[in-house]
């Protein structure tokens, strides 16, 4: 069944917003999802889910975008639909950080940083931050959570010659200090990528910043190289190695830096894994690339994900070894609204690999090239599809390897994001 494609206003007309919406954390490792020793999080966390109405939510699409809060997606939940409740999500964008009950974000043509909270059908700004030296442009920034209270932003100046960042305090939006990294332009390099993918090992307390060079400004820009990795120390935003990997040409998700997808997970051990690409023809070939704790680059004997048969979108830490895929079938299609993603398990020690499956069948392709319908918590992933057909859920037991069906979600709409958030 294909996604009516339903005027935004119409719908607005015929449907009250009254949902209460408090953000925890969907990005990185800054979940209390997957790995094992987490806390029993029961009844003090939520879902929200994300739909927009018309077209995929991701590349700047939020202002059609409804978010509703579930307190669970088992399948005796009543059918999920979000007309006639949700909150709309405009002026604000899907892109977003969350962590605790806030989202922060640089809100749509505004020149600072924002707090806000959703409660009883209103956006509440809990806190601003104008900008002082440093400027950022909607969805074009990367972060990472050096701790709970410190918030680091970065991103590709407005000339893209430079890399600036900004450090937070996340309790009150003030600006603890900011200036640009003492990084080099790649070689033959006319412009930095927008933004890249930052991310905070605390195993070693150090920043990992991937990062490639264009030969020009936009779209038509190619890069110059395979992606580089700095190494940053946190405390005083030094680089300490920089690296071009001999890898893979691209990350994934340098598009939005994680405000959108995870592309970037760790294992108990510290041990950091980043969904990357190559394109090969007309391929973009995924593969899953892993640097071992303590070390500054790739492990060039490893690829968690071999004969891939299309770029690898996502990847989030399940425990024991194992974690969640969403990637594309390229033979399938490769348009960006088409049915041709699929989710995996992956067994990280030999790169193995399996369609999520349940009750013997292979769950069928999603669409939605931009999304993450995915979260981990307690022990279980819980896996949004948006198919042909159906709208659902699904929940994976790690430990037990079975997957069983979940709450059903209204059709007419596009599924586009899945949060677990702190009541």
Not at 68 to 85: C, F, H, N, W
């Amino acid at each position: 069944m294909k996604k009516m494609k339903v005027p935004f206003m119409s719908f607005l007309k015929t449907s009250v917003f009254a949902t209460a919406l408090f953000s925890f954390v969907a990005c990185s490792n800054d979940t209390p999802n997957g790995g094992s020793g987490e806390p029993d999080l029961t009844g003090k966390v939520h879902f929200d889910i994300f739909m927009s109405v018309g077209e995929h939510g991701g590349m700047g699409g939020g202002e059609n975008t409804i978010v509703k809060s579930v307190e669970s997606l088992t399948a005796d939940q009543p059918m999920i639909d979000i007309q006639g409740s949700g909150v709309e999500l405009n002026p604000y964008t899907i892109e977003l950080i969350s962590k605790g009950k806030y989202y922060y974000q640089v809100p749509s043509k505004q020149t600072r940083f924002t707090k806000f909270q959703i409660v009883n059908n209103k956006i509440e700004i809990v806190q601003e931050q104008p900008f002082v030296v440093n400027s950022y442009t909607e969805r074009k920034y990367t972060h990472a959570w050096l701790d709970d209270k410190t918030l680091l932003v970065m991103a590709a100046n407005g000339d893209a010659d430079k890399i600036i960042w900004t450090k937070l305090n996340a309790e009150d939006m003030s600006i603890l200090s900011e200036g640009t990294l003492d990084l080099p332009l790649p070689e033959r390099a006319a412009v930095f990528t927008t933004t890249g993918i930052l991310t905070y090992n605390e195993k070693v307390g150090k920043l990992f910043y991937f990062y490639y060079g264009k030969d020009k400004a936009g779209r038509k820009g190619v890069a110059t190289s395979n992606f580089l990795t700095a190494v940053i120390n946190p405390s005083d935003m030094k680089v300490e190695s920089n690296k071009v990997n001999a890898l893979a040409a691209e990350m994934a998700g340098s598009s939005y830096g994680q405000l959108l997808q995870e592309c970037v997970t760790y294992d108990e051990e510290g041990n950091l894994y980043l969904a990357a690409f190559t394109k090969k023809g007309e391929l973009e070939e995924g593969c899953l690339l892993r640097i071992n704790k303590g070390e500054s680059d790739f492990d060039a004997s490893y690829n968690g994900y071999p004969n891939a048969d299309g770029k690898l979108c996502t990847v989030q830490y399940l425990g024991n070894g194992k974690a969640l895929t969403y990637a594309r079938n390229q033979s399938a299609d490769a348009g960006r609204d088409t049915y041709s993603l699929y989710y995996s398990i992956v067994d990280l020690k030999t790169g193995k690999r399996s369609r999520l499956a349940c009750d013997g069948k292979d769950v069928g392709y999603s669409s939605g090239r931009f999304s993450q319908r995915s979260v981990v918590l307690n022990g279980k992933a819980y896996i949004g599809v948006n198919t042909e057909t159906s709208t659902c859920i699904y929940i994976y037991d790690v430990a037990k390897g079975v997957t069983e069906k979940g709450a059903d979600i209204a059709q007419g709409y596009y599924f586009d994001v899945l949060r677990v958030v702190e009541n």
